[in-house]
């Protein structure tokens, strides 16, 4: 069955490290999406492509970068960890906006 | 931004009861998702209304979109302890840019 893994699930990190989440679907889906969620926010989006070589910025993007080189993955990488990145973070993928599945998360600790 | 706001935020009912969250924006939305999301787990997609006034069932749920598009209801029948989850809309703008989440209804039906 196709599926949307991520890893690690659980992460903690100190401030200033560089940390990357991986996200790998067998969706074969053109779309995929990094977002956090924290109490009280809902889930707020980071980044997201469209297809291999493509990333666009969300509405939180700032720490975060993204990279597209294959269908299947689209890792996050916080380039310098900070105590406000501690959240859960979730990838999905989709064919279009409004049918998105989601990997189970990762939580992520920032000391 | 578009911007999604959800009542109540926490709701805490008996086995049998019904029960009705609400999605609202003062933004119209070309469609909206309801999706649940389990403690652990990713967001599920339930269900996604496109057409104003739209009432969508799955099995006890129904779902309506606004006659304006501009907000959403979920009604529950006989609520079940299987119900208990995080209920989140979320909507693409007119544009197909600003892909929002709401920040849920916490819902905990008791045995």
């Known amino acids: 069955d196709a599926e949307i893994t991520q890893s690690p699930r659980h992460k903690i990190t100190e401030t200033g490290r560089q940390v990357t989440l991986a996200c790998h679907q067998t969706w074969n889906h053109n779309n995929m999406f990094w977002y956090r969620q924290d109490l009280g926010h809902g889930l707020r989006l980071i980044h997201y492509s469209y297809g291999v070589q493509d990333t666009n910025k969300g509405e939180v993007s700032d720490g975060y970068s993204v990279s597209r080189s294959n269908t299947e993955d689209l890792p996050l990488t916080l380039e310098s960890a900070a105590s406000s990145q501690t959240s859960v973070y979730f990838c999905a993928s989709s064919e279009s906006w409004d049918e998105q599945f989601f990997g189970p998360g990762t939580r992520l600790t920032v000391l | 931004t578009q911007l999604l706001e959800q009542s109540p935020q926490f709701l805490s009912i008996q086995e049998g009861e019904n029960l009705t969250v609400y999605c609202n924006s003062s933004?119209?939305?070309?469609?909206l998702q309801w999706y649940r999301q389990e403690p652990g787990e990713g967001p599920v997609l339930l269900v996604t209304v496109v057409t104003g006034g739209e009432v969508k069932k799955l099995k006890r749920l129904t779902f309506q979109f606004g006659d304006a598009r501009k907000d959403s209801s979920l009604h529950i029948t006989a609520a079940q302890p299987g119900d208990t989850g995080l209920y989140l809309c979320?909507?693409?703008?007119?544009?197909?840019?600003?892909?929002?989440f709401g920040p849920g209804t916490r819902l905990s039906v008791l045995p």
């Open positions: 979320a909507g693409e703008g007119n544009y197909g840019q600003n892909f929002v």
């Open positions: 933004s119209v939305f070309s469609s």
